[in-house]
């Protein structure tokens, strides 16, 4: 009686084990070469797919790519409407006015001019919401901790004690009496103003392409995203020369047989 090779139990005990795992990891890669191929077919067409001209505003697609607030937006009535601060920029009635500005404190106005201040800042525009100047920490006092008016309309800040300014703001000195009144930034607007703003904050949305470009790439599965998608690529090599080593086995194994 003849006895089994050990090299042929051995190479089955391999071709199974092979045999198993060809199918997890063609389960696995699916997913992910679905989503390959198909966003890669979109963006060979994204001409013609308009992927440029078409957006995505989903909520929770706009967080994600840092386009909804991250602070509580600051809303401020003034003589030209409601100005409405979202991170750092600032809208008057949903029409953007300026950029890269500081969390505000209040504004307030007087007969020719609306200040917007921060602590570091004061920024004025005319009473129809027009940009006019910056006022930097160099222009001022000092740090500003808040802003109003006095009984004649005069606006005032506080800054090492009670400062009134004079017409252009260049000017400040010591509120020795009266009462000042001092805004905030926390009044709650109407909601049209403030969906006016958020609006114009987002944009058009996140752009088809970059999403779809972002899906192909693995971007949008954040920094181990691309590292996914390499593994998939390495996935598919393994499925193919698995697949090739296994065919030619079986292939191998019928010539043997009909030559028996």
Known sequence: MMSR?????????????????????GVAAALLVLLLASTGIMLSHAVGLRLNERAFDAPWLLALYHIEPVLSPRAMP?????????????YLDGKPVADDLAEPIGAVANDSLI?????EQLLLLTLSGELLERIDRSSLPGPITAIGNDAQGMIAIRSEGRLLASADLLQ????????IRWANADTAPPQASLNKALTAFRGKGVSASRVIGDLHSGRFLG????????????ALIVLACSGLWMWWKQRHRHRASRHR
């Not at 003034?78 to 600032?90: F, V």
């Not at 200040?115 to 602590?119: D, G, T, Y």
């Open 223 to 234: 920094r181990f995203g691309p590292w996914l998608m390499d593994a998939s690529a390495i």
């Open 5 to 25: 090779s050990p090299y042929k139990h051995g190479g089955n005990h391999l071709q199974r084990l092979l045999h198993r795992w060809h199918r997890r990891i």
């Open 115 to 119: 200040a917007i201040a921060n602590h």
């Open 172 to 179: 400040w000195q010591p509120a020795t009496s009266g009462a």
């Open 78 to 90: 003034s003589p030209a409407g409601w100005l409405i601060w979202i991170d750092s920029h600032l």
